[in-house]
């Protein structure tokens, strides 16, 4: 015979059976039950090597810094200085982000695998290159703005970062002496480039 005691207390056994139950379907459910979105495309036949087609998208890349170009030689076209300006101010910042990472990986892999360190030291002076590319483009598109204090201190920085020697650095010297920041033509005799008639909406790649 059960006691009323014993009736009383068959609840709560049941209620706890209950939730013990469920708990146990809980820890049963796998982790990845929730579907995910990936940010970057997967290889299917490898799943942990990222396509190609990541890269290539990124815009933390050369190809992404290319199509920024493209973008601000479009809105140049279209007389839209503004636009322009910002696309060529995040070119650069890609082009100089890119350029220092293939330069750490240059440095890290000096003296290990000197093959590859030259490989990447190659690939930073190529996107450096593109990088004041671009810095000259933005400072003709300030230029074309009225705006000489915006494009004077770029002007200064293709000038120290390729030396006024070079080619562009002439022409970023030439601006200078034609906004009248300094007094002296370079070079001062003769084979001296005509960067005045440069404009905006000329191609980053030389």
Do not use: C, W
Request: glycine share 4%.
């Amino acid at each position: 015979m059960i006691s009323a005691g014993t009736v009383r207390f068959l609840p709560r056994y049941t209620h706890l059976s209950f939730f013990s139950s469920v708990l146990v379907l809980f820890m049963l459910v796998p982790a990845n039950a929730q579907s995910v979105k990936p940010q970057q495309p997967i290889n299917p036949t490898s799943p942990n090597i990222l396509s190609p087609d990541a890269q290539n998208n990124s815009v933390l890349s050369v190809q992404g810094g290319q199509r920024l170009m493209s973008e601000a030689n479009s809105a140049v076209s279209a007389q839209n200085y503004t636009l322009a300006a910002k696309k060529l101010q995040d070119a650069r910042q890609v082009f100089n982000q890119v350029s220092n990472f293939y330069q750490e990986l240059a440095t890290s892999f000096s003296g290990i695998d000197n093959r590859l360190a030259d490989s990447q030291r190659k690939k930073a002076l190529d996107t450096a290159q593109m990088r004041d590319d671009a810095t000259y483009q933005l400072a003709l598109v300030h230029r074309a703005q009225n705006q000489p204090e915006l494009a004077v201190p770029l002007l200064v920085q293709i000038i120290r970062s390729q030396n006024p020697t070079r080619d562009l650095g002439k022409k970023a010297y030439q601006q200078l002496f034609e906004l009248g920041f300094v007094d002296a033509p370079f070079p001062t005799s003769g084979g001296a480039s005509n960067p005045s008639s440069d404009r905006p909406a000329n191609s980053a790649n030389k």
